[in-house]
């Protein structure tokens, strides 16, 4: 049984940084992409960061450019995003999800449906 389990959400003010992360176990980490997404109150959930396995090859919304940075340790089957510079507009439940179907730079990517494994989901708000 997949397990994902993620932590680091928090309460910051606009311009701070906190680093989510995100645990895996019960598959094989290193063959599945993983991706940060997210949802905002009334908004759909949408997509954040991903990372493939090797090369460490990365995708990010032109919303966190520049802003978040996604990586993984695979000896911990662990995922982490970075986000540095939070705006309000950043507030939103962070999902971390993964699937053998996720491929880097493909259209399909942005979809939530693509990954086939969950987190609970971790709050982060920043005030303005």
């Known amino acids: 049984q997949v397990q994902v389990v993620e932590s680091g959400g928090g309460l910051v003010q606009a311009g701070g940084s906190l680093r989510l992360s995100c645990s895996v176990s019960?598959?094989?980490?290193?063959?599945?992409?993983m991706g940060w997404l997210r949802q905002a109150p009334g908004k759909e959930r949408e997509f954040v960061a991903v990372?493939?396995?090797?090369?460490?090859?990365?995708e990010y919304a032109d919303s966190v450019k520049g802003r978040f940075t996604i990586s993984r340790d695979n000896a911990k089957n662990t995922v982490y995003l970075q986000m540095n510079d939070l705006k309000p507009e950043d507030t939103a439940v962070y999902y971390c999800?993964?699937?053998?179907?996720?491929?880097?730079?493909?259209?399909?990517?942005?979809?939530?449906?693509?990954?086939?494994?969950w987190g609970q989901g971790t709050q982060v708000s920043v005030s303005s």
């Open positions: 999800a993964g699937g053998l179907r996720v491929r880097l730079y493909d259209p399909s990517v942005l979809l939530p449906r693509t990954y086939d494994f």
């Open positions: 019960g598959v094989t980490f290193i063959d599945h992409p």
């Open positions: 990372i493939s396995w090797i090369p460490s090859r990365t």
